[in-house]
């Protein structure tokens, strides 16, 4: 039986005896090959990495099990971070399983629905400030220093740690790594954890070779691609909506050390992604996980990607975010319960 990511890689990461193997079974998300865009993109073989599959629906939890676990392995009573949504719903669930209190900063109107009704049914004290999320991360980095409280954002290297098993997966799942790996950039914790990953399976001879890193960032949120931070970051990609990332050096280092990118995508492209990764991947991910295919979207024609295996991870679930899926839509066709006006919306006349 499968039993979580502290479980199956602890010998790579921070464990020690007194670790407590908590878990709700994160990780060991699929990797699908996508047939039809693989054809279309003319790449060799493309896959997905579903993280959305994961306890909460994101990627967070890989590193919240860690960051959860050390902090009850260290007699923490408390836990807290500043979040964009997912982080907050991660670390509310993991809360909760270890009986820690909870507390979540989050931007105020900035939060997709079903991030924030999670935190609230596990239980998280949750404060919405007039900020960004930049200036919610900068509060707990105040707060931990005056109070006994851990902080769990991807800051918390713990994180970071957890983080990376999903690079570890990738290789298991292919028998190598892959030639280029595409990846949404937020606040730079998941790149950074990926090559990490990465590398340290590279070391210990699981893999022959490293990905490229193909990053991207949303252009109205992209302080790496423009060498400066962006004090008010604007996407419709909430969970990348980061101006000044706190991994910032991580993915730079990611970039060079393994010949990739960090490069930006619109917001019409994201969302054009979003639809497309849906339509003919059949994958349903939130905005910002649909920046890997924008950016795939964006650099296929740039790269020669024939016989090449790419993976762009999708990092959260598509149902956090129901606004954003149902804006633009068709409205419903609304009907008598008859056959023959079924019929007549189809324009199957009779
Ligand atoms: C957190 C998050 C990101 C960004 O990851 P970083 O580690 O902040 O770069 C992207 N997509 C989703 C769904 C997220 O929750």
């Not at 993109?41 to 997905?48: A, H, S, V």
């Not at 570890?168 to 914790?189: C, M, Q, T, W, Y």
């Not at 650099?299 to 990092?315: E, M, Q």
């Amino acid at each position: 039986m499968y039993s979580g990511v502290l479980a199956r890689y602890s010998e790579f990461l921070p464990v020690t005896p007194a670790t407590p193997r908590i878990t709700l079974g994160e990780g060991d998300t699929p990797l699908v090959r996508s047939p039809r865009l693989e054809k279309e993109l003319g790449c060799g073989e493309l896959y997905f990495k579903l993280e959305g599959c994961n306890p909460t629906g994101s990627f967070k939890d890989r590193g919240m099990v860690v960051a959860v676990a050390k902090a009850v392995e260290a007699a923490s009573a408390a836990i807290i971070c500043a979040s964009t949504g997912n982080t907050s719903a991660s670390a509310a669930c993991y809360g909760a399983i270890c009986g820690l209190s909870t507390i979540v900063i989050v931007p105020r109107g900035n939060i997709a629905l079903g991030k924030l009704a999670q935190a609230i049914v596990y239980g998280a004290k949750i404060l919405a400030i007039d900020g960004n999320f930049d200036q919610a991360l900068e509060m707990v980095r105040t707060l931990v220093e005056k109070h006994p409280v851990t902080l769990v954002n991807s800051i918390n290297p713990h994180r970071i740690e957890g983080q990376k098993t999903a690079a570890f997966e990738i290789v298991d799942s292919l028998g190598e790594a892959p030639d280029f790996l595409f990846i949404p950039v937020g606040n730079a914790g998941n790149i950074t954890a990926y090559w990490k990953g990465f590398v340290e399976y590279y070391a210990a001879g699981k893999s022959s070779q490293k990905p490229r890193m193909m990053g991207f960032e949303a252009e109205g949120a992209a302080p790496i691609v423009r060498g400066e931070r962006v004090p008010n970051p604007e996407t419709v990609a909430t969970a990348i909506r980061i101006g000044n990332p706190a991994s910032w050096k991580g993915a730079v280092a990611a970039r060079d050390e393994s010949g990739g990118v960090i490069d930006s995508v619109t917001d019409d492209q994201i969302l054009e992604a979003y639809r497309l990764m849906a339509s003919k991947g059949g994958v349903f991910g939130e905005p910002a996980s649909a920046a890997s295919l924008a950016g795939l979207l964006k650099w296929s024609g740039k790269l020669d990607l024939s016989g090449k295996r790419v993976v762009c991870v999708v990092t959260g679930s598509g149902l956090k975010d129901p606004d954003t899926a149902m804006r633009g839509s068709p409205s419903l066709v609304e009907l008598p319960a008859e056959v023959s006006d079924v019929e007549r919306a189809l324009g199957w006349g009779t």
